[in-house]
């Protein structure tokens, strides 16, 4: 079983198992209580903007970071990183983000 929530709140459910009635015992259903609480990421991107000033043509300038942290319960999926844009062929990009950010890193 396992539980893909489209909501963040807390859900419940009840799984009904009925078994017997055979050879003269009675169906019995058995109730499962099924709990769990729907969370969202937290997350923020800092800084939220980079200024690489004056830099002369065909020059590398200094890189700059951009840190992503995740303040939620769950871990953060992260789809894509990439630069958009007028210019974005003038800038790179590298990331060590993988796949998704730990809950609370």
Known sequence: MVFKPTAT???TATLSVVAGGGA????VM?????TGTGVAPIYAVSPTSLAFGSVQTTTV?????????????????IASIKLTGKND???SQTN???TSVPAVA
């Open 61 to 77: 300038s200094a890189p700059q970071s951009v840190t992503v942290t995740n303040e939620g319960s769950g871990a953060l999926p």
């Open 96 to 98: 060590t983000c993988g």
């Open 9 to 11: 709140r807390p859900l």
């Open 24 to 27: 003269g015992t009675p169906s």
């Open 30 to 34: 058995q109730p499962v209580t099924l």
């Open 89 to 91: 062929s003038q800038l």
